[in-house]
């Protein structure tokens, strides 16, 4: 058992004991990823408030970008459910001042 492993076992109170069979570990382990993105963009939202400026909102959505098209490397559908209004592939995301 190796260290991520560990930590997956860990992370979802999973027993340290025994095997996991392959399609478990990578299940956890997408879902493990997925939480740790999902994070990053929280902390990147929770920074934006009233007196946000244009530069913190492009700032958090590029966050927003990075994060879905991180996802989607893992789950395509999972990264679309989730961020529904941010398109990748388009550039009229930016925000204008």
């Not at 058992?1 to 299940?27: A, H």
């Not at 009233?50 to 990264?79: N, P």
């Amino acid at each position: 058992m190796d260290n991520f492993e560990k930590t997956i076992r860990k992370y979802y109170d999973l027993s340290m004991e025994g095997n996991m069979c392959e399609e478990c570990l990578v299940k956890y382990k997408n879902r493990y990823r997925i939480d740790q993105l999902l994070h990053i963009n929280s902390k990147a939202q929770s920074k934006l408030g009233s007196d946000a400026t244009i530069k913190d909102k492009q700032e958090a959505l590029d966050v927003a970008k990075y994060v879905k098209t991180s996802i989607m490397m893992i789950d395509t559908a999972k990264a679309e459910s989730m961020f529904p209004e941010i398109n990748i592939f388009e550039d009229d995301n930016t925000l204008k001042s």
